[in-house]
T-cell receptor, first 111, second 113 residues
Framework: GQQLNQSPQSMFIQEGEDVSMNCTSSSIFNTWLWYKQDPGEGPVLLIALYKAGELTSNGRLTAQFGITRKDSFLNISASIPSDVGIYFCAGLTYNFNKFYFGSGTKLNVKP | SQTIHQWPATLVQPVGSPLSLECTVEGTSNPNLYWYRQAAGRGLQLLFYSVGIGQISSEVPQNLSASRPQDRQFILSSKKLLLSDSGFYLC????????????FGSGTQLSVL
């Protein structure tokens, strides 16, 4: 299947700091999605991106759809303890039926 | 509004026993349905997806099977569980014809002992 390379694998930051993570692929995607997963729960959709170059915000979260359609990044500004969790990117292929996921970025925030 | 239900939340099964996990979606018609598996601390692996009743596509060869007996019902099964089938199983749905977003259920933690 498709491979999405997500980095970094994990991050340890201080409360109030900004965070950036990204996903890259050798394949082109039509849609990029970003999720947050808490332990023992299903991932929750944070941001959806549909056009190359698109920049979308959701509160303190900002994500961009790369111009080449092969990458996307997620920024979190002024992190707070409840931002702790695992963040996943997901890409939708051209046949519109399969979403593929990155391996996740585990975020730890120190109060 | 649309909701997705997945059960059970946790399951402990002996090796060689059968499996049946159920997922239902409410508030939408003809959704695309998905089963993913997540190993501890890892990403999500797509197992099966379905674009309609009786239509199942398998992503990886394995000990599992999926069925869609009704429009909004998706079932993950196994005749004989293996130790390697342990993991966190997630059902998900996306709107028909747009696939713009993917929404997940709360997951089933399966432990095969």
């Amino acid at each position: 299947g498709q491979q999405l390379n997500q980095s970094p694998q994990s991050m340890f930051i201080q409360e109030g700091e900004d965070v950036s993570m990204n996903c890259t692929s050798s394949s082109i995607f039509n849609t990029w999605l970003w999720y947050k997963q808490d332990p023992g729960e299903g991932p929750v959709l944070l941001i959806a991106l549909y056009k190359a170059g698109e920049l979308t915000s959701n509160g303190r979260l900002t994500a961009q759809f790369g111009i080449t359609r092969k990458d996307s990044f997620l920024n979190i500004s002024a992190s707070i303890p409840s931002d702790v969790g695992i963040y996943f990117c997901a890409g939708l292929t051209y046949n519109f039926n399969k979403f593929y996921f990155g391996s996740g970025t585990k975020l730890n925030v120190k109060p | 509004s649309q909701t997705i239900h997945q059960w059970p939340a946790t399951l402990v099964q002996p090796v060689g026993s059968p499996l049946s996990l159920e997922c239902t979606v409410e508030g939408t018609s003809n959704p695309n349905l998905y089963w993913y598996r997540q190993a501890a601390g890892r990403g999500l692996q797509l197992l099966f997806y379905s674009v309609g009743i009786g239509q199942i596509s398998s992503e990886v060869p394995q000990n599992l099977s999926a069925s869609r007996p009704q429009d909004r019902q998706f079932i993950l099964s196994s005749k004989k569980l293996l130790l390697s089938d342990s993991g966190f199983y997630l059902c998900a749905w996306s709107p028909d014809n747009s696939n713009e977003k993917l929404f997940f259920g709360s997951g089933t933690q399966l432990s095969v002992l």
